[in-house]
Nanobody
Framework: QVLLVESGGRLVQTGDSLKLTCAAS????????MGWFRQAPGKDREFLAA???????TFTAPFVKGRFTISRDSSANTWLQMNNLSPEDTAAYYC????????????????WGQGTQVTVAS
């Protein structure tokens, strides 16, 4: 089965940039979309961005568009570039994979990484 491992989360300062990595292994040819989500304490997990594997078309949530960029390589390894971070971006960040046809909700994904913590200090 596909396994996902996130890395790159750490403590940063307001205005900093950070790039998260999601390393995918296993039968990645089965994946149709890779996605990034985040969950802050006491809040629901929210969709940030997704990328379609067959043509690398990207989809980004409006509230992070222009600051966050998703990308991938031919092996479905995926990155999330985050710029101009603020304390409101503090959360656990998760990557996810699906072999389905939809990408914008948690329920669309059946494979998840363990998460990586991003903390933005003011």
């Amino acid at each position: 089965q596909v396994l996902l491992v996130e890395s790159g989360g750490r403590l940063v300062q307001t205005g900093d940039s950070l790039k998260l990595t999601c390393a995918a292994s296993g039968p990645t040819f089965t994946i149709t979309y890779m996605g990034w989500f985040r969950q802050a304490p006491g809040k629901d997990r929210e969709f940030l961005a997704a990328i379609r594997t067959r043509d690398s078309t990207t989809f980004t949530a409006p509230f992070v568009k222009g600051r966050f960029t998703i990308s991938r390589d031919s092996s479905a390894n995926t990155w999330l570039q985050m710029n101009n971070l603020s304390p409101e971006d503090t959360a656990a960040y998760y990557c996810a994979a699906t072999s389905g046809n939809y990408y914008y909700a948690q329920s669309h994904y059946n494979i998840w990484g363990q998460g990586t913590q991003v903390t933005v200090a003011s």
